[in-house]
């Protein structure tokens, strides 16, 4: 099996598409206006998470959770240069990992608080 999908419930998905879309590169797979603003993005090697609200009320408090306890990590060239310009577009700077092995992981939060990584490895995961 593969995974298809990562599916998170959020307070705003239509600005939250369009910043991931605007500031990661994703883009919008299928759009599904009713009742929840589900948006499915995909990056340019076919994964793909799905952001949507249902119901309101239960769309978890992103910006108090441990980042360890939910996150996206995006794989980046330059992660110092990526969170700069994420930053810069409303996102901030959480905490930063540097193993021995010259890997890079920045943490950090969008606007909505949620979480996440740009990681740059030494030796791919997969």
Request: aromatic fraction near 8%.
């Amino acid at each position: 099996m593969k995974i298809e999908h990562v599916a998170f419930n959020v307070a705003d998905p239509v600005a939250m598409a369009d910043w991931y879309v605007r500031h990661f590169g994703l883009r919008i797979v299928r759009h599904i206006a009713e009742p929840n603003q589900t948006h499915f993005l995909a990056d340019d090697g076919g994964s793909v998470i799905e952001i949507y609200c249902n119901p309101p009320d239960q769309v978890p408090d992103y910006e108090s959770m441990d980042p360890l306890l939910f996150h996206l990590a995006f794989a980046s060239a330059d992660p110092e240069e990526d969170a700069a310009r994420l930053v810069a577009a409303g996102a901030s700077r959480v905490s930063e990992v540097r193993p021995d092995d010259g890997s890079i992981l920045l943490m950090l939060r969008d606007p909505w608080g949620v979480a996440f990584q740009l990681c740059r490895r030494a030796k791919p995961l997969a």
